[in-house]
């Protein structure tokens, strides 16, 4: 029997049987049509292989086995017809999708949210490393979708917390990975909560015999769907990649933005609260970019396109689910600020550049830790990925120096210099000052290099999280721009004080909300006016983070930034009340890492 042999598969679908595309598009697939219009909404418009065989035979009641990988459709293929199998007047868990990691769960639940449209399903995403609070208020609020890694779901089991007595649609997603990672037997477990007269959909990449017994001893009369990898990505497009540390990206992103030619961008990140943050740290740092993700309106999402299409808007920060059918010719680079999960989904993304025949850039951040991706990448695609050097602040400053430089001519054309000429001569016979330098010295002003600060020599940005014995996240830190001396007075073991005095103020948002430090600075700079200099440190709790301002805040400033929202919540700021007033890092029970 071959790998790919199923004994209970009833019906097979092979590539060679599979239609190119399908003639009616979503709207022969048999969807309801409340579902149907959320797809023409979110700009699908030929279904992918996977979808269109596997949809038809869900909507129609039967058990699918799926040998796909991400990238080539699958979680629209099973989450469009689960969407379809809820009720949406009853409470309660109707449908349970199983991931093999949180990032997975987190992009599922993500994608299964936005087909559902606003006022549908009730989607909640459950999985270890995160607080249980908003899981568990999810679940008595009567979610109805869940999405979760396998050990917090058994968590969640044990605790009586979830009841799975009414799931109708059963998914287990990339199951040979969830079993490479050790997770049958609680599949084995969470299988037997389940009714017995469940649909059951299974995906995986791959199906070893692992695989076979699960798909036996879970899935009743089965349909085998088979389908490739996606096709390689278009020659016109350069890939390359550059090596950043975590803490570096948003600098290294925002460097390569002020240097790229390309007419647009797009960067893709891996959830929809990273477009919120990357967006905000962009913007902090003088970027000009909007974010898109499944929970932005249709009409705004039509803006955004619009703008990007009209030249308005030149970067877009977005998932890969609100990336989708995304085709605006002026997009020249890509950058994967997150390496993409799933080898595929590289596919797509730097599929929105070098289209329509143009050519195009795509550059991936990879960290130190994630250079082993770079071969699965090469492998998939074919292509040698160059590396690259990321822009320096001096090359910055050259690259805007140098197209300074371009419209010279064409300013000395246009005339009327004479007032300039005066001025300059002016300064140089009262200064003395050589005229090359005077010429450069305002090249360096245009081009916004206001010169060293000798302060500000040797400062560095310090990111450091804290965790206690079992690896549980207890609180994080964050030092822009901390100095050598400021560094060693920390070691001491004082207390720094805010340059300039300033306060310690409280936040209502955390490491729990998975909200990044440069979100927390890009809001509070954006809202209340204030330079990324004036904030200090940054201590970011489970529940909400503490930040030094080096300077006080008016009230109309503190009421502007208490009113912004990052990772959807406000930031209500206040003052801190020090530790009566609820600072410190809370403990709770060891969690499962699922």
Same mark, same amino acid.
């Given at each position: 029997?071959?790998?790919l042999?199923?004994?209970?598969?009833t019906d097979?679908?092979?590539?060679?049987?599979?239609?190119?595309?399908s003639?009616?598009?979503f709207?022969?697939l048999?969807?309801?049509?409340e579902?149907l219009?959320t797809?023409?909404q979110?700009g699908f418009t030929?279904?992918?292989d996977?979808?269109t065989?596997?949809?038809p035979?869900?909507?129609?009641?039967?058990?699918?086995?799926?040998?796909?990988q991400?990238g080539t459709g699958k979680?629209a293929?099973?989450g469009?017809p689960l969407?379809?199998?809820v009720?949406r007047r009853r409470r309660?868990v109707q449908?349970?999708v199983?991931?093999?990691t949180r990032e997975?769960?987190?992009?599922?639940a993500d994608?299964?949210?936005s087909?559902?449209g606003r006022g549908?399903?009730?989607?909640l995403?459950v999985y270890g490393?995160a607080?249980?609070g908003?899981?568990?208020r999810?679940l008595?609020?009567g979610a109805?979708v869940?999405v979760g890694?396998?050990?917090?779901v058994?968590?969640?089991?044990e605790?009586?917390?979830l009841d799975?007595?009414?799931?109708?649609?059963?998914?287990l997603?990339?199951?040979?990975?969830m079993?490479?990672?050790?997770f049958?037997?609680?599949?084995?477990t969470?299988a037997?909560?389940?009714?017995?007269?469940?649909?059951?959909?299974l995906?995986?990449?791959?199906m070893?015999?692992?695989?076979?017994?699960?798909a036996d001893?879970?899935?009743h009369d089965?349909v085998?769907v088979?389908?490739?990898?996606p096709?390689?990505?278009?020659?016109?497009v350069r890939q390359?990649y550059?090596?950043v540390?975590?803490?570096h990206k948003?600098?290294?992103?925002?460097?390569?933005l002020a240097?790229?030619?390309?007419d647009?961008?797009?960067?893709?990140?891996?959830?929809?609260?990273n477009?919120?943050e990357v967006?905000l740290?962009l913007?902090?740092?003088g970027v000009?970019?909007?974010?898109?993700s499944?929970d932005?309106?249709?009409?705004?999402?039509?803006?955004?396109?619009?703008r990007?299409?009209?030249?308005t808007?030149?970067?877009?920060?977005a998932?890969d689910v609100?990336?989708?059918?995304?085709?605006?010719?002026?997009?020249?680079?890509v950058?994967n600020?997150d390496v993409?999960?799933?080898n595929?989904a590289y596919v797509?993304?730097i599929?929105?550049?070098?289209?329509?025949?143009?050519?195009?850039t795509a550059l991936?951040?990879?960290?130190?830790?994630?250079?082993?991706r770079?071969n699965q990448?090469e492998r998939?695609?074919?292509?040698?990925?160059d590396?690259?050097?990321i822009p320096?602040?001096?090359?910055v400053?050259?690259y805007?120096?140098?197209?300074?430089?371009?419209r010279v001519?064409r300013r000395?054309e246009a005339?009327?210099l004479?007032?300039y000429?005066?001025v300059?001569r002016?300064h140089?016979?009262q200064s003395?000052?050589?005229?090359?330098d005077?010429a450069?010295?305002?090249?360096?002003?245009?081009?916004g290099?206001?010169?060293?600060h000798?302060?500000?020599?040797?400062r560095?940005?310090r990111?450091e999280?804290?965790?206690d014995?079992?690896g549980s996240?207890?609180?994080?830190?964050?030092?822009?721009g901390v100095s050598?001396?400021?560094?060693a007075?920390?070691?001491?073991?004082r207390? #720094?004080t805010?340059? $300039?005095?300033?306060s @310690?103020?409280r936040v209502?948002? %955390?490491?729990?909300? =998975?909200v990044? +430090?440069?979100a927390i600075v890009g809001?509070?700079?954006?809202?209340?006016g204030?330079?990324g200099?004036?904030?200090?440190k940054i201590?970011?709790y489970?529940?909400f983070?503490?930040v030094?301002?080096?300077?006080d805040?008016?009230?109309?400033v503190?009421?502007?930034?208490?009113? #912004?929202r990052?990772a $959807?919540r406000r930031? @209500?700021?206040?003052?801190d009340? %020090?530790p009566?007033? =609820?600072?410190? +890092?809370?403990?709770?029970?060891?969690?499962?890492q699922?």
């Open positions: 029997m071959s790998d042999a199923l004994p209970t598969v097979t679908v092979d590539d060679a049987d599979l239609p190119e595309e003639p009616g598009g709207a022969a048999g969807l309801p049509d579902l219009a797809v023409e979110l030929t279904p992918t996977i979808q065989e596997a949809i035979v869900l909507l129609a009641g039967r058990d699918v086995v799926g040998i796909a991400t979680t293929a099973f469009l969407l379809a199998a009720d309660g449908a349970l199983l991931t093999p997975l769960a987190v992009q599922v994608a299964i949210e087909f559902a549908g399903a009730g989607v995403a490393g607080s249980y908003p899981q568990l999810g008595r609020e109805q869940v890694t396998p050990g917090r058994m968590d969640l089991l605790r009586g917390s799975l007595s009414g799931v109708a649609f059963f998914v997603d990339e199951a040979d990975e079993l490479r990672m050790g049958a037997e609680d599949v084995e969470i037997g909560h389940v009714p017995d007269d469940r649909r059951t959909a995906f995986s990449a791959t070893p015999p692992a695989i076979r017994r699960v001893a879970h899935l089965p085998r088979a389908v490739s990898r096709a390689s990505t278009t020659a016109t390359t550059a090596v540390p975590f803490r948003v600098g290294a992103l925002a460097r390569v240097t790229t030619d390309a647009a961008a797009i960067v893709f990140v891996r959830t929809k609260a477009v919120e967006s740290e913007s902090a740092r000009s970019a909007a974010g898109l499944g932005v309106p249709q009409k705004e999402r039509e803006k955004l396109v619009e990007l299409r009209g030249g808007l030149d970067v877009l920060v998932t609100a990336a989708r059918g995304l085709d605006v010719e002026r997009i020249g680079l950058v600020f993409p999960r799933e595929d797509h993304r599929g929105r550049t070098g289209r329509a025949g143009r050519s195009g991936t951040f990879l960290t130190p830790r994630e250079r082993g770079l990448i998939l695609t074919g292509t040698r990925l590396e690259v050097t320096s602040p001096a090359d400053s050259a805007k120096a140098r197209r300074l430089v371009e001519g000395r005339g009327r004479d007032l000429r005066d300059l002016g140089i016979e003395g000052a050589d005229l090359e005077v450069a010295a305002l090249m360096a002003l245009a081009v290099d206001e010169g060293p000798p302060r500000e020599e040797g560095r940005d990111y999280e804290q965790t014995e079992d996240f207890v609180a994080a830190r964050f030092d822009e050598p001396r400021r560094g007075a920390e070691r001491g073991g207390r #720094a805010p340059a $300039g005095g300033g @310690r103020y209502e948002v %955390g490491h729990k909300d =998975g990044q +430090p440069g809001a509070i700079t954006g809202e209340g204030l330079k200099s004036d904030l200090g201590d970011i489970p529940s983070s503490l030094e301002i080096r300077a805040l008016a009230p109309d503190a009421a502007r930034i208490g009113a #912004a990052v $959807g930031l @209500r700021i206040r003052p009340a %020090g009566g007033g =609820g600072r410190g +890092p809370a403990r709770g029970r060891r969690d499962r699922g």
